[in-house]
Each structure stands twice: as C-alpha cells, then as structure tokens.
C-alpha cells in the first residue's frame, strides 16, 4: 500500500529479493527488502538501474534487508557510479543492522549520505549597540574569535558559567 503523496512505479524480485521504487518529494524511493548477495545482486541492479531514469535522484530505504554481502555492496557502489556520471544522487534513508555494519567495515557509509548544504553567512558590517556608541566595521566576530558566528558571551554566575566552573561567581548576587 503506497502512503499519501506516494506512486509506486515499479516491483522487481527474484526468490531472495524484491525491490519495489516509489516517487514521493520529487526523488524515488527503492525499498529494498530481502537478501542482498549474489542471488539478488542481477535483480537489484536492474531496479536501481532502473530507478535512475527518473528525475531528483535515488533514495534507498534498505531496513527490510536482512542480508548484505560483498554483491549487494558492490551494486550499491556501481549505481551510486552510474547516479555520479549522469550528474544525481544516491543516498540511504535507512538500513538495517546488517548494512551498516558492512558500510562501516567498508568505509563506504559515507558514499550514501545526503549531501548538507552549507549554510549561507553574510558577516555584519556595521554594528551599534545603542545610538550613542561608536560604530563597528568589518566583520563580526564572536567571543571564539571566529568571524562566522557569533557567540554570546557567558555570563558570569550564570547557568553556562556554574555548569563549566563548576562553581558560581562570588560576585554574582545569590539565586
């Protein structure tokens, strides 16, 4: 049953595997379930394969698999190659225990992950506190001396202060 906002395109399966490929948020999901090796490896190349014809990438949910050899990974490997030459994405929404512990043996977990766009910081040129004061050019920086963020100072006595030091400022009135 596809969830709202879902479309189910396509099922392939052998004996050990099916895979089927959903679009949903403009990528297509290929829920993988079953046992990713040498006997699935063929049909779970074609579905993947498959999957990438359609715009906005390829995400993977592999929590159903319950098995992933060396085939399984190395099919993975192959189409995230095809995704990278035609310019898309291949990323994993979640698997099972059984894959990430192969991802992390392999070093390959990393190959999957959705890429994070970096944030956009535009540095403050001019700075007042109050009318009266002097102003500030340049870049903003924070306490850490880094230009971009800014970072409160701790107050002394206070929450953050107590909970570092260990102990309260003996200037601070008592709480």
């Given at each position: 049953m596809c969830n709202p906002g879902t479309s189910q395109l396509a099922e392939s399966a052998c004996e050990s595997l099916s895979v089927r490929l959903y679009r949903t948020g403009g990528r297509t999901v290929a829920r993988v379930s079953g046992e990713a090796d040498l006997e699935g490896a063929r049909?779970?190349?074609?579905?993947l394969e498959h999957a990438l014809a359609f715009p906005g990438g390829l995400d993977l949910d592999l929590t159903a698999v319950r098995f992933c050899d060396?085939?399984?990974?190395n099919v993975l490997l192959r189409v995230r190659g095809h995704a990278e030459a035609i310019g898309t994405t291949v990323t994993l929404r979640a698997a099972a225990p059984c894959v990430e512990r192969l991802l992390a043996l392999t070093d390959?977990?990393?190959l999957f992950m959705a890429a994070i766009p970096e944030?956009?910081?535009?540095?403050?040129?001019?700075?007042?506190?109050?009318?009266?004061?002097?102003?500030?050019?340049?870049?903003?920086t924070g306490v850490?001396?880094?230009?971009?963020?800014?970072v409160p100072p701790a107050r002394a006595g206070g929450p953050l202060f107590v909970r570092c030091l260990?102990?309260?400022?003996?200037?601070?009135?008592?709480?």
């Open positions: 049909t779970l190349e074609r579905a060396c085939s399984g990974l390959t977990r990393a944030p956009v910081v535009e540095p403050v040129t001019e700075h007042s506190r109050h009318p009266d004061e002097a102003h500030f050019t340049g870049p903003a850490d001396g880094r230009a971009d963020r800014l260990g102990q309260q400022d003996p200037a601070a009135p008592a709480a």
